[in-house]
């Protein structure tokens, strides 16, 4: 794929609180958002199915492909309760030798780590001990999910789920969330909810469409020259006009920013203007890129358009996130390294092979679980592997490698899954299809303009 060079998987890592930092400037954003110092991985506060839906996307590579990376979840447990490491191991996860819990505290002296899965992998859970307090736990752990509208504010579950942050290896990431679907609540919402949502869907484009713009921020370069890529939320978007009044636009830190109610304002007549507006950093430069960026992204939803069809999955109130390169002379020298020759296919295969760490896997070690993907849904079946104590200690994740991204053109990922699950026999997911398909046509028209 063109867009970028997806993250590959990794052994867990042992995590706490410290390893994250609040963004420059997520203060408009999600309360609780972190990342790490690099800037490469984010943690936010999350629901229990949210997290589950991540883990069991394992089992469907192909829609994976077009996922934030998920490296697991930070747990605090000081806000988890004992019912947390009891759901975790009804659902599969193994505890090994010498853990233990104290039923005298809310804190648990064994913590759960969650690898992240390779595309096809088969493995789930694994837990390890640990001291810290808090760090990457099996998304099983987490309580049965509900409805939780978050209103920008904080989750309050105890938990936040570990992603890639998708504008890391952009110099000036211009950020574009698309809200997907015209029904936009799930079968576990209360009826003031489903009243609410439908007002939403009618009022703006999510009707007619299928999908509407959540928010968006484009790089202008005025008074943000300290505004770098990998400490820019990409995940937050959507509130990052509350400082203003809804719908005003906000220049700051170098971007202009156009809040939820900017979308909300748009229709179907001139919901064109919109993209424009978002493709308009793509202009600045000395050769007009945005017919590019706009060609490669109706590309790339084809791409999900057809991974989707081939899904049985619900997912209300998901987005699309659509990235690119803001900053003129980083997109000229992103475009020209894609033109390199990538090393010889040899040499990667000889420094994989130096990494790789064989175990073998006994008889009995192994057994199939079900995930359960959150009220009123079905459980999926997955593999959980008991690899014991001295695999579980083997390797561990660097978060915040020297190395630097490298340069991207644009990237395109479906995110936000607190209200998704897999639908086995329901057949794909039309809901979200129509705001692919119609997002699509509207970017392969301005890809001709």
């Known amino acids: 794929m063109q867009s970028s060079s997806r993250s590959e998987s990794a052994m867990t890592a042992k995590l706490d609180h410290d390893s994250f930092v609040a ?69 599969g996860a193994i505890l090994l030798p010498g853990t233990e819990y104290s039923s005298a505290s809310d804190t648990p002296t064994a913590t759960v780590a969650s690898q992240a899965p390779a595309a096809g992998a088969t493995t789930t859970p694994i837990v390890t001990a640990a001291p810290e307090t808090a760090s990457l736990s099996s998304p099983a752990a987490a309580a049965e999910s509900s409805w939780v509208p978050s209103n920008g504010k904080k989750l309050e579950t105890g938990i936040s789920i570990v992603l890639e942050n998708v504008a890391a290896g952009f110099k000036r990431p211009n950020v574009l969330d698309v809200k997907l679907g015209a029904r936009l609540w799930a079968d576990d919402a209360p009826p003031s909810k489903r009243v609410k949502l439908d007002a939403v869907s009618k009022e703006t484009t999510s009707s007619t469409l299928g999908f509407r713009i959540a928010g968006m921020k484009v790089w202008t370069g005025v008074s943000g020259e300290t505004d770098e890529g990998s400490r820019t939320d990409p995940y937050a978007t959507k509130y990052e006009g509350a400082e203003g009044a809804k719908g005003q636009v906000i220049e700051a830190d170098g971007y202009k920013r156009y809040d939820k ?164 026999g329901q057949g794909p997911d039309e809901n979200v299809l129509k705001g692919i398909r119609s997002l699509t046509q509207i970017l392969e028209e301005l890809a001709l303009e």
């Not at 179907?268 to 993209?275: L, M, P």
């Not at 006994?362 to 001295?390: C, M, R, T, W, Y």
């Open 23 to 91: 963004f420059d400037h997520a203060a408009a954003g999600h309360e609780g958002v972190q990342c790490t110092v690099s800037g490469t991985f984010i943690a936010k506060p999350c629901t229990a199915q949210e997290v589950a839906f991540y883990e069991s996307s394992a089992l469907h590579p192909a829609f994976q492909e077009f996922l934030p990376t998920y490296i697991g979840t930070l747990t605090s447990a000081n806000e988890q309760q004992p019912l947390a490491l009891a759901a975790a191991q009804q659902a």
């Open 261 to 424: 109610w900017y979308g909300r304002s748009l229709t179907e007549s001139n919901i064109k203007d919109g993209f424009r507006t978002f493709l308009a950093g793509a202009k600045a430069g000395a050769v007009d890129r945005s017919q590019l960026i706009a060609r490669r992204l109706a590309e790339e939803l084809k791409q999900v358009q057809e991974v989707l069809e081939s899904e049985e999955s619900r997912m209300y109130s998901s987005s699309v996130l659509i990235v690119y390169e803001g900053d003129p002379d980083a997109m000229e020298k992103a475009l020209e390294e894609e033109q390199e020759p990538r090393p010889a296919r040899e040499e990667e295969n000889d420094d994989e092979e130096d990494e790789n760490v064989e175990f073998e896997i006994s008889e009995g070690s192994f057994q199939v679980v079900d995930i359960p993907l959150g009220q009123g849904s079905v459980s999926h079946q997955a593999i959980n592997i008991n690899l014991g104590p001295e695999v579980a200690e083997l390797g561990e994740l660097d978060l915040d490698e020297d190395e630097e991204d490298p340069p991207k053109v644009h990237d395109l990922r479906l995110i936000d899954f607190a209200h998704a699950s897999w639908t086995p």
